[in-house]
């Protein structure tokens, strides 16, 4: 789809919003291997931002044995921290990282040099994110956030940027909405406190949300309201020195996540769901609240730029090189 274009007048983010850190607090979550077929395998590191779709098809892939058929162990680990993540991966802590392809752009535009390893999920249908309200809010539309405190996980993030944009396309005025930066497992318990008019965030926490809280009601996913259902949701991305000096592992890494993505794109839409769902360790009764997505593994200069025009169009950063990004 084409951006439309509001200028707020905001000045590019300090590459600290970014990169906020040396290391990466993930926890590991290892699932147990399928059958390795013998011999010695290559360890490559992944770690993936917590509660994410594309996880669960890497996990399942894992199981499967479709990685140790490359020669490859995936070491995989979870973080609720995006900007150390990125950080620990061009330090070499972490060989793959994982994140939004709005986030990449920022990254790459705050001098970071990152090269696209491999996409992720592809919206079937709203639902990947939202902005979450109490039903006697009086928050029925995306105007209606004008004068409120809105919930969001970075000052720059894609959401947060959908969210502007959600509002202007409505015919508000963004600069009235008032953000306030909150960790996503914090947001909704603030929402529920009083502390917050409305919170944006992703299916993870709207799943839990939807199921425990009868009083909260989902506005709408702002992602696919501005970039339109069919845009990519995350991606796989790695440092130069990695793309390099590990070609061959990340290309078996791209041909286990090809099998791994083939088993789940084969899935009807209520059995995707179940196995996202357990694979996420939700009740069952939250399962119909998961939005279906497909998956792929290439990535286009247009699937980026997708969300590197908005950002520009915000003022937050300025032209990048996404050629260089996806096929340097």
């Known amino acids: 789809m084409s951006f439309r274009i509001r200028h707020v007048g905001a000045a590019v983010a300090a590459l600290g919003l970014v990169l906020t850190a040396a290391g990466c607090s993930a926890s590991d979550t290892t699932p147990d291997a399928g059958d390795t077929g013998g011999g010695d395998l290559q360890t490559l590191s992944v770690v993936m931002l917590a509660g ?51 986030v990449a752009a920022t990254v790459i535009a705050g001098g970071v040099d990152i090269r696209s390893v491999a996409g992720g999920g592809i919206s079937k249908e709203p639902g990947n994110v939202g902005v979450l309200t109490l039903a006697d809010s009086g928050i029925t539309r995306w105007k209606d956030l004008e004068g409120k405190q809105v919930g969001v996980n970075a000052p720059r993030g894609v959401i947060t940027l959908a969210v502007l944009e959600a509002v202007r396309l409505d015919g508000g005025d963004p600069a009235a909405v008032e953000l306030v930066t909150l960790p996503l497992n914090q947001s909704v318990t603030a929402l529920e406190d009083g502390d917050l008019d409305a919170t944006a965030t992703v299916k993870n ?124």
């Open 52 to 102: 994410s779709d594309s996880g669960v098809a890497l996990q399942r892939g894992m199981a499967a044995g479709y990685f140790a058929d490359e020669g490859i162990e995936i070491d995989y680990s979870e973080t609720d921290s995006p900007p150390s993540t990125v950080s620990a991966v061009v330090s070499g802590q972490y060989d793959i990282g994982h994140t939004s392809p709005a």
């Open 205 to 328: 926490f709207i799943v839990e949300a939807m199921d425990t809280n009868p009083d909260i009601v989902n506005l709408g996913d702002m992602v696919a309201e501005v970039f339109g259902v069919g845009a990519l949701l995350d991606m796989f991305y790695a440092s130069p020195d990695t793309m390099s000096n590990k070609a061959a592992l990340i290309e078996g890494f791209r041909a286990g996540l090809e099998k791994s993505y083939a088993d789940m794109n084969a899935l009807p839409a209520d059995e995707w769901r179940a196995v996202v769902g357990e694979g996420m360790g939700r009740e069952e009764s939250q399962w119909e609240f998961l939005s279906w997505q497909e998956f792929k593994v290439p990535v286009t200069v247009a699937e980026i730029e997708n969300y590197s025009d908005g950002l520009i169009a915000e003022g937050w950063i300025e032209q990048i090189d996404v050629e260089t990004f996806v096929n340097g």
